[in-house]
């Protein structure tokens, strides 16, 4: 086993070692290119304090743009023996460059690191997440106006109660999305704020620029007590999860809900225009009647649901 950064003069057991990272190493390989961006503003940042020179910053971020590009193409692996994505990029810079490699790691902890290193990936997925909800929100618009005149059920209690339509159905939906949309909103403003620097929690005796770094890394704001930025760890993920959940499960199920009671008028009416060809009456009570198309319509709906 590999001699890991934090290590001191005593190694730690196997077994516990392999308990505690479990699939940290499989789920870094998404956090590889923002590593490596978290990484490039920190060096510069470094350059213009004097911990590094110019033609340091030079090489490193050199380097550091091969690394990024073959993270880009899905290249970008963690070896045998090697703990984690910040390690492995650490390794391939000092392969390359030497001493100079393991400067990157200058007024930075492993905890501001991979804050750093969240962020930026749960900040790019909430956007990619945000465009397709709005796909979502012109299709549901766009249907909502071709079927305002088509006629549907409107329920309440559960029970047929006054006439609507499919453009009326539709259209709720696409303002619900807009209600879910400021959950997310809020969810990004939290995750948009840079913790670099804030090292293991205490801050860093170097005179770190965290306004520059804030400012190359595209965060609106930071992290401003460095206690705060390491005692924050989990909140950001509970609030994308909740505003995720707004816009995934809420909303699939309110759908899903509503589709099967659109399903039950459906082929009531249809029982109704079949009257009694296609139905059958139960075993004990005969004058009672249920529709075969229903039952089998239903049994198909609750499979695909």
């Not at 590009?69 to 970008?76: L, N």
């Not at 465009?131 to 329920?155: A, C, R, W």
Request: aromatic residues 10%; charged residues 25%.
């Amino acid at each position: 086993m590999a001699q890991k950064l934090w290590e001191k003069n005593v190694r730690v057991n196997e077994e516990i070692d392999r308990f505690t990272v479990g699939r940290d190493r499989e789920m870094d390989l998404y956090l590889a290119k923002h590593d490596v961006l978290g990484s490039m503003a920190h060096i510069t940042m470094l350059e213009s304090i004097g911990l590094l020179t110019a033609g340091e910053l030079e090489m490193l971020l050199a380097e550091l743009k091969n690394i990024y590009a073959s993270a880009e193409k899905g290249e970008f692996v963690i070896e045998d023996g090697i703990e984690d994505v910040h390690s492995q990029v650490e390794l391939m810079l000092t392969r390359k460059l030497g001493d100079v490699g393991k400067k990157i790691h200058s007024g930075r902890s492993r905890n501001d690191q991979v804050l750093v290193d969240l962020k930026l990936f749960t900040r790019a997925e909430l956007k990619e997440v945000a465009e397709e909800v709005e796909q979502l929100f012109h299709v549901l618009i766009s249907q909502s106006n071709t079927y305002k005149d088509v006629l549907m059920p409107g329920y309440t209690h559960l029970q047929i109660a006054m006439p609507s339509s499919f453009g009326l159905w539709f259209g709720a939906y696409a303002e619900s999305l807009v209600d879910d949309m400021m959950f997310l909103q809020a969810a990004f403003k939290m995750c948009n704020r840079n913790p670099l620097g804030s090292a293991a929690g205490y801050g860093s005796s170097f005179p770190l620029d965290r306004e520059m770094t804030t400012r190359l890394l595209g965060f609106d704001s930071m992290d401003y007590n460095v206690v705060y930025a390491q005692m924050g760890r989990g909140k950001m993920e509970r609030n994308v999860a909740f505003a995720l959940a707004s816009i995934a499960l809420l909303y699939a199920l309110r759908k899903v809900r509503n589709c099967k009671l659109i399903v039950v008028s459906l082929f009531l009416l249809l029982r109704c225009h079949f009257s009694y060809r296609f139905s059958q009456s139960t075993s004990i009570s005969l004058n009672k009647m249920f529709s075969l198309l229903c039952v089998k319509a239903l049994s198909e709906f609750n499979e695909l649901v």
